[in-house]
């Protein structure tokens, strides 16, 4: 630990003896995250109770360049709240409020710890729909999904975290309050801070506050399963979804690998024979949820679909989404570490995408289940192993490294919704070029000159 | 560093089981004590973490680790919910046993554990005395619950209400039983629990009252000790292999077709704990694994074995007098609902006495914050959890409370009697033994 105690002390000042956290064990205790990467341990953990007080916190870290890592929950999977040594955690969770909630006009303001399944509980306990909901959503918080533009299974039809930031307020790296966005839902005032801000992983400031659209609840819903024989036909039935102009609220896949785990593990009552699977929900109005509900079973059924399973009821509907709900558990079950990766192509490419990965498997010699986000393109190839295992370890890393490139020989991009973190930061310049990392970096510096915030993060050192 | 090294060794036999855990942070969401103070080592991956970094010899803080290990309600929920499926009551216990082999019990402890718990004929004779001299320096709390508190004493015990013990335990009443089996053809194994004994011997009559109606057999030993859970749960693994082996001794003296307990803690212990923690190749693995299966709370013994149901409306045979015209709700104990995933067996017992209204109240799987010693070393904490099962208790409307475990019971009552809040709180076997004349 290497924070002076006069530090210490005035972090103490302003966050409160039980705000600062210094022992080994505490340290030790924020040194990681959901990502399969080495710890770093933080030379102090501060959590912060008011605006005010992120300020100031801030403020002292710049004047005695100390590296200051934000982290709400800690669920992201690219190292994006593994700390710096020598640096602090700032935690986020004290700052939980929800402080406002405007029905009238439909917005919801919020401080940053907020969990974004609380959140999305207590806007629809007033009749109104949040609907970003990442796999994580039921302990990650607003402040870790707008930093990182989370997603979620609803992304096709309702987008992701940043169609719903209207404005944000945070501190940049002098400590200084900033503001950006409005509650209106137009706002063209200065410079879309909101927008820079969005998927900035604590690397250009800290939110303090967070004001996010909500939009009225779909009426209605159908949800069903289709099943498969060939990847081919399943993810074809994707691509012809979307240029019959109809858009579901999730279009999830799942192959036959991922398929064999959820039925072992769950027992739902999966046919294991399958190729692929897709899981469909549309919602909305009554009669429009009718029509494409037959519209999507009739495209299916053209494509080759060999069975499918439309919910009647709510307990159906269930199963259908218990299915897909299990899919990480199953093959977490697999192998002790699971790598959970999210290369994400355009729509069109994803049978080249999942043949890719296939292929990959093999060559690699390692167990990979796909499933994922197939209506937006997001994919989750999740690779087996155990980290122990040093040579099949070496294995999964240049797996991975070839699966980013094969994403973005396809068109596509490294993450759809994991973030770049430390995981991904060295291969940036292979989807960007250089030319836009040096452009990022100039701007860090302009904004962070004593390079404080996140230092490390996305765009390297 | 050579120390830890040894540590390191010790928790080398559930390294393997460390490293299923992916570090996804989903036990947060459902970790009551996390709940409360939002610290990372106060949930199961921030514990597992420090466990790993132990057994990798990179924390040489282990006196910290331990506390931290030991600040956990061994509720179980954080398990049920694992999407790895990681083992976490089981390495939480192993960690405990090798961090206090290493760091050495507190002397409170050892005089609790090793000094008493570990010799029952001690241990019943202390609380006989104990509770002939325990009106002096306590005063009454809350007449509803019957819970007394003490000032001189708060220095030990806080501002706890508690019961007092019984006059007379259970044991001195029914000191053994041999029944033979009645027209049910079954006969059963009685383990009644310490807290039963010496605190409630009025549901281990609630039961023998059920097991006759019903005409079941009770065996039941002379001089049955504690399940060991306490001692097992603070790391002494002596002490739990010692009780393991009296009690395992005394229960292979007669064959029996169920071992039933109306104690959430006790049942879990028995069925999940006892032949995992006993010693490999031993006689009393060997017997704990054959009884595994035949063991089981209560209400599901009535509910699965003796076809007891939900009474029908019109049912006229009810002689209910305690709780007739009584709403009554359900607290899950995590032992049942959590580790052995018992969770309608004792709502339909309530519901087989007609006289009374079932209500569920919100949240009512969500631990009370006991924990057994958790609520001795972290009382203020165990205590705004309860705080939170009180508001659940009092939303639902219900006049009584009932669980399945009697740790419970004391936890909901100090939590009720601090307030005042003249809500029963009761087993659900009392509430279906109502239902039978005497
Ligand atoms: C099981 C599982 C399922 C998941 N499913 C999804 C999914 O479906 N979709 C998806 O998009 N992601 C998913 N994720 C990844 C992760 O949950 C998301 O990235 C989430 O948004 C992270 O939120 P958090 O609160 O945990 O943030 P953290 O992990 O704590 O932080 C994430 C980043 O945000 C920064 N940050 C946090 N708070 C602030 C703040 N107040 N100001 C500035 N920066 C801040 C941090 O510095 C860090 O760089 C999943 C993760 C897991 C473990
Ligand atoms: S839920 Fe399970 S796998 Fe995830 S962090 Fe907690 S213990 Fe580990
Ligand atoms: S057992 Fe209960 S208290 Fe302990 S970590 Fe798990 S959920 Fe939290």
Redesign the pocket.
Known sequence: MSLSSSLISELQQICGENGVMTSEVDRQNYSYDAAVLEPTIPAAVVRPNSKESIGKVISLCNDSGTPVTVRGAGTNLSGGTIPNKNGIVLLTNRMNRIIELNETDMYVRVEPGVVTADLAAQVAAKGLFYPPDPGSQAVSTIGGNVAENAGGLRGFKYGVTKDYVMAVEFFDALGRKVTSGSKTVKCVTGYNLAGLMTASEGTLGVFSEITLKLIPPPAASKAMMAVYDSVETATQTVAAIIADRIVPCTLEFMDNFTINAVEDFANVGLPRDAKALLLIEVDGHPAQVAEDGERIEQICKKLGARAIQVARNDAEKDKVWEARRAALSALARLKPTLVLEDATVPRSQIPAMVSAIEKLALKYDIPIGTFGHAGDGNLHPTLLTDRRDVAHWERVENCVADLFDAALSLGGTLSGEHGIGIAKAGFMKNEVGQSSIDFCRTMKAAIDPNNILNPGKIIGQ | MSELNKLSKSLKEIENQLTDCMKCGM?QA?????KQTGNEG???RG?IFLLERLAEEMLTDAKGAKTRIE?????????A?CPSGVK??EI?LKARAALTEYIGLSPVKRLIFRGMLKHPERMDALVDTAARFQNLGTSKADPNQGTRCSKLLSGVIGNRHFLPLAKTPFHKTYPSLNIPAGHSGLKVAFFPGCVTDKMNPEIGKAVLKVFKHHGVGVFMPKGQACCGIPALASGERNTFDTLLAHNAALFAEESFDYLITPCATCTATIKEIWPMMSEKDSIEKFRAGQWAPKTMDISQFLVDVLQVAPAQKSYAGSHSIEFAGDTVTYHDP?HLA?SLKIKSQPRDLIRANAACTFVEMAEADT?CGN?GS?NLQNYDLSKQIGMEKRQNILASGAGTVATACPACMMQIRDVLSQNHDGVKVKHVIEIYADTIKD
Do not use: E, R
């Open positions: 036990c459902v970790c009551p004590v996390f106060d949930v199961a514990k600040k956990c309600l061994m509720c179980g929920t954080c398990a919910n976490i009551l939480f995590c959590k631990c924990g958790f």
